[in-house]
């Protein structure tokens, strides 16, 4: 199988739209109107500590669910050249759960949060299948600039229908609709449509080369499942990549944490609704441009290095969040994170396909995947209970330094291409 093809022109940038596609889940539901509508809507029979508990636990259960699923089904589409197909299932799942959650009445938290785990399910494994074929769009020279361009891309695109749904929830009327609550719920089901029809350019697009010799799905799956362990061996005997799935476990538990927990933090604290949807959006377009600047940035300093410095980011945001006092140092803050975000996640996907062999890619990012969901099991977690048993939001959140150090140690020991081990 040609498992790295010479870069494919339209391939690269339908391949990044997807980003645009599904960062309207991760922008409006995710980390927006999720958190919110959960506590004052769906829980509004809950106390502010139990509903960050069941936040938490709501996100960890569909962590957990990613990280048993993605090795087996990596194998399986590295083994069956179903890259593309599971990619459209996990998008029509996770659209599926989105949509459902418009037709949740109010205190049916427990509904609620099925169809979010459902919908986070979906986005996440999707991801992996996602993340693997860029080895088939790109060569490896390129693959920093294609990664940076489709988080760039999801943050414009999740920015732009992020907009649209807090001036929809701020003014219902001039949509035809009657109130704040009608809103969310058509915000809902928007990110589903969007998501589907963003997503097409890169079905369409993106070439999947097929195996040398074709393996009917279910058998694919079955051997998948049989090789989980053989993939775990396998990612061992390479320490370099298996170092950097450690330090990436760890800190990009705290990145995820601090992306899905920010708006409810904010929520305990005080602020108003809008001061935290508003944080968002300067978030996701101060990101737009940062990302792609950190790319380059990253090509002068290296890719290590430039990880590095975005983690230390995030080691002050930390603490800072501690201090919070203002609306307004919440809009700072999260124009801080909007400079680093999109840059970790993007220089972390690039720098890891370079460690890996490009022809076990689905299965390398199967793995990869999983160790990210697998540490989001435990971010959400160290959150939820540190608020249960201290009452205090604030001593909660300083748990996540522990995934950040962790996290920097480890990739210290990394060495990729042409660099020397610290």
Known sequence: MNSEPGQQPRGVWAWALYDWANSAFATSVLVAFFPVFFAR??????????????????????????????????????????????????????????????????????WAMTAFVVAQVGFALGISFYDALIVHVCPPEARHRVSALGYALGYLGGGLLLVLHVVMTLHPAWFGLPDTTAAVRVAFASVAVWWVIFSLPLFRRVQEPRPQQAVPWWSAAVAGVRELLTTLRRVRSYPQVWTFLIAYWLYIDGVHTIARMAVDYGAKLGFETNALIQALVITQFVGFPATLIM????????????????????????????????????????????????????????????????????????????????????????????????GSSRVSILSILILFVGGMVCLARVRGPGERTR
């Open 295 to 390: 790319a380059r940035f990253a090509g002068r300093i290296g890719t290590r290095n430039a990880l590095f410095a975005g983690i230390l980011v995030y080691v002050g945001v930390t603490l800072w969040g501690f201090f919070l006092q203002t609306e307004a140092q919440f809009y700072i803050m999260a124009a801080v994170i909007g400079l680093v975000q999109g840059a970790v996640q993007a220089l972390s996907r690039s720098y890891y396909s370079v460690l890996i062999p490009a022809d076990r890619a689905g299965e390398f990012f199967g793995f990869y995947n999983m160790m990210g969901k697998f540490a989001a099991v435990l971010g959400p977690v160290l959150v939820g209970v540190s608020a249960v048993l201290t």
């Open 41 to 110: 809507y769906w829980g509004e029979s809950l106390s502010g500590q139990q509903s960050t508990f069941w936040l938490g636990i709501g996100s960890a259960i569909a962590s957990l669910l990613v990280a048993l699923l993605s090795p087996a089904l990596g194998a399986a589409a590295d083994q069956g050249g179903l890259k593309k197909r599971l990619l459209a299932v996990m998008t029509a799942l996770g659209a599926a759960g989105t949509a459902a959650l418009c037709w949740i009445g109010p205190g049916a938290w427990g």
